[in-house]
């Protein structure tokens, strides 16, 4: 059961679909983080009241701290403040809703912290949720199979190894995927916009 939750990239579409679904659950908030956008994470703040709150930029930061000043809420910003609100003690989970690199700092720290992980890049009512599972399953199947088993089998075995282990192994399976026709004719087709021929090797 998750009782508290820290939340990267609350301003985001992702963010606030997953707010909605904290409030809905009468889950706590222990700490918020946005790019730039100041006056939707000072709503958030008065609606959720965490106890931290962090931007992308120092400006942003100070903006925000001058707009939530009557709040007993903490303002950090850049790097530094993601992880810290991705290590905070109040928090069992952590709430990945930032895209790329940015979130990957912060998320491996909640991992060496042994929180919850919620990886959220879409969100869905719950009566649609068969239906946008099968319409992944079915976009990712017309992928080249190939790579689609190799990785399924590095999820897998990878969920009983340590994280050093866990990426030399997911390097190796992109290697050996890496040689393989599909991959050509992937990037081919991708720079001339044209659907790919897939062989499956």
């Known amino acids: 059961m998750v009782n508290c939750v820290s939340i990267l990239g609350s301003t985001g579409s992702i963010g606030r679909q997953s707010l909605d679904i904290v409030k809905h659950l009468g889950i706590g908030v222990a700490a918020l983080t946005a790019g730039k956008s100041v006056e ?46 991705a290590s905070m003690e109040e928090a069992d989970c952590v709430i990945t809703a930032v895209v790329g690199m940015l979130g990957l700092k912060p998320t491996l720290e909640a991992i060496r912290r042994k929180k919850r992980i919620g ?36 999820i897998n075995a990878g969920l009983d190894m340590d994280l050093a282990n866990g990426l030399k192994m997911e390097a ?7 040689a393989t026709h599909d991959k050509q004719e992937g990037m081919t087709a991708f720079l001339e916009k044209r659907p790919a021929e897939l062989t499956d090797f």
């Open 40 to 85: 939707r994470m000072a709503e958030q703040c008065r609606e959720f009241r965490p106890k931290l709150a962090v931007m992308a930029t120092e400006e942003a930061a100070a903006a925000l701290a001058e707009q939530i000043s009557d709040l007993p809420v903490d303002v950090e910003w850049g790097e530094g403040g993601l992880l810290h609100a």
């Open 119 to 154: 990886l959220a890049n879409k969100v869905v009512p719950q009566a649609e949720l068969l239906d946008a599972c099968r319409a992944m399953a079915k976009t990712i199947m017309s992928k080249g199979s190939y790579a689609v088993s190799v990785a399924k089998a590095v």
């Open 172 to 178: 190796d399976a992109f290697g050996l995927t890496f």
